[in-house]
């Protein structure tokens, strides 16, 4: 994908009505602080227009990102933020499965985990979920830059152990900092918008 244009354009709160977008949408969720916007940047190759922060909670709108007006980049707020109320977190938990549910554009879910640890109760929770609704997730294991090669298969299979991922399931590892799985990624989403 060569990236033209990229614009912030559907910014959703929990009282919004989601977007009718008429281009397909693939979403990136995971738990806060993991690096989705950090990835949502890394593909469009901008360095700040989705806004990111070693604070956890960060993004806390369901933000859509047009991408050459062919398809949009759904950046979703992180799960598992401690230091909101259970009554926010339920809030942001039903704005994220009703996107995920009723989107009618939505092509493709990734998933993303931290690399350097095994999937937290909520990942687990997240990936089932996603099955359950049909998706079939693909799975970014992020921050790849913070483990030694050496380490990084030990780790790939922590994490497919960890969420019991599905038979033939996609794990990719990426990072932020080096782009690497970038291009893998970008390839996916191609073969994803062409089926
Ligand atoms: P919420 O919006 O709070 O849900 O978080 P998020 O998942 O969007 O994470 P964000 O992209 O804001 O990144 C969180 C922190 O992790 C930031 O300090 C990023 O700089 C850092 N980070 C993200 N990706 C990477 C990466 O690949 N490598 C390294 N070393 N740091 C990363
Ligand atoms: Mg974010």
Not at 77 to 97: D, L, N, R
Not at 117 to 123: G, I, L, V
Not at 142 to 153: E, I, N
Request: hydrophobic share 35%.
């Amino acid at each position: 994908m060569i990236i033209k244009n990229a614009s912030l354009e559907t910014v959703c709160g929990y009282t919004s009505k989601l977007p009718k977008n008429t281009k397909p949408e693939i979403a990136f969720a995971g738990k806060s602080n993991v690096g989705k916007s950090s990835l949502i940047n890394a593909l469009m190759n901008r360095k700040a227009l989705a806004r990111t922060s070693g604070q956890p909670g960060k993004t806390q709108t369901i933000n859509f990102y047009n991408i050459n007006d062919e398809l949009y980049l759904t950046d979703l707020p992180g799960y598992g933020f401690a230091k909101v109320s259970q009554k926010e977190k339920e809030k942001w938990g039903t704005m994220i499965e009703n996107y995920l549910n009723s989107s009618e554009q939505l092509r493709a879910v990734f998933l993303l985990v931290d690399i350097r640890h095994e999937p937290s109760a909520n990942d687990k929770i997240m990936y089932e979920w996603m099955v359950y609704q049909g998706f079939h997730p693909i799975i970014i294991a992020t921050k790849a830059d913070k483990v030694k090669r050496s380490q990084l298969q030990k780790q790939l299979k922590v994490i497919r152990l960890g969420l019991n991922t599905e038979k033939g399931a996609i794990l990719i590892p990426f990072s932020a900092e080096t782009k690497q799985g970038r291009e893998e990624i970008w390839n996916l989403v191609d073969q994803i918008l062409a089926s």
